[in-house]
């Protein structure tokens, strides 16, 4: 008796060409720019923290404890308040950078410092507070962080494109005559989507604040 004998068709592999690494490259390559600014920030933070010196360390523990503390006492509207501003800022600084022809220098940065004060209190949390530390990021930051994070990183697109496009009329001159305005409409559009995105962090990061920090005691 003869055995039957299956065969598949061999699955045929694409190699990406040229046009696809570009189209990736510019489709991606900028989102992907922004996160490792700040993932670089993150760890400079870490590390920062890890080395802080006693002097460094007494400041961050007094800062974290004290603010800890006025969050147990004051309302969700106020922790709400308080985490919107925080955000803001960086928002702010960075919508107002992208009205600017050098955007796509300082927005990364700005990013860059967002991600140090994330790794700095990540950091701190761990070798101060040790599980417990550990703990309270996990339950009441990480959503948060995680969620600003991500509208930062997409209001730092919008930033950085606007501003090479505000780049691109006032010293390309070659193309200068053909070159198309830049929309401020969809700019402050999509920048608002961006803002709602980030109200919607701060209100997470309230609501983990009031009902999970009776949890520790530091």
Request: hydrophobic share 55%.
């Amino acid at each position: 008796m003869k055995g039957l004998i299956f065969r598949f068709p061999a699955v045929k592999r694409k190699s990406l060409s040229k046009s696809d690494v570009l189209y990736y490259f510019r489709r991606y390559g900028l989102v992907g720019f922004l996160v490792a600014s700040l993932l670089a920030g993150l760890v400079t933070g870490a590390i920062i923290a890890k080395n802080a010196d006693v002097n460094l360390m007494k400041s961050l523990d007094f800062i974290f404890v004290t603010d800890f503390q006025a969050k147990l006492n004051q309302s969700i509207f106020i922790t709400f308040a308080a985490a919107m501003t925080s955000y803001f800022i960086f928002f702010i600084t960075e919508f107002l950078l992208g009205l600017s022809a050098w955007g796509a220098v300082g927005v990364p940065i700005v990013i860059f410092f967002k991600g140090m004060g994330i790794g700095l209190s990540s950091g701190y949390l761990y070798n101060a507070k040790g599980l417990q530390g550990v703990g309270f990021y996990l339950l009441v930051m990480l959503l948060g962080v995680v969620a600003s994070s991500v509208a930062l990183v997409a209001q730092g697109k919008g930033a950085v494109s606007f501003a090479n496009s505000i780049w691109y009329k006032l010293y390309n001159k070659k193309s200068s005559a053909v070159a198309s305005e830049p929309v401020i409409t969809k700019y402050l559009v999509d920048s608002s989507y961006v803002l709602i995105g980030i109200a919607i962090a701060a209100l997470v990061d309230a609501l983990l604040t009031t009902f999970f920090s009776g949890l520790f005691n530091f």
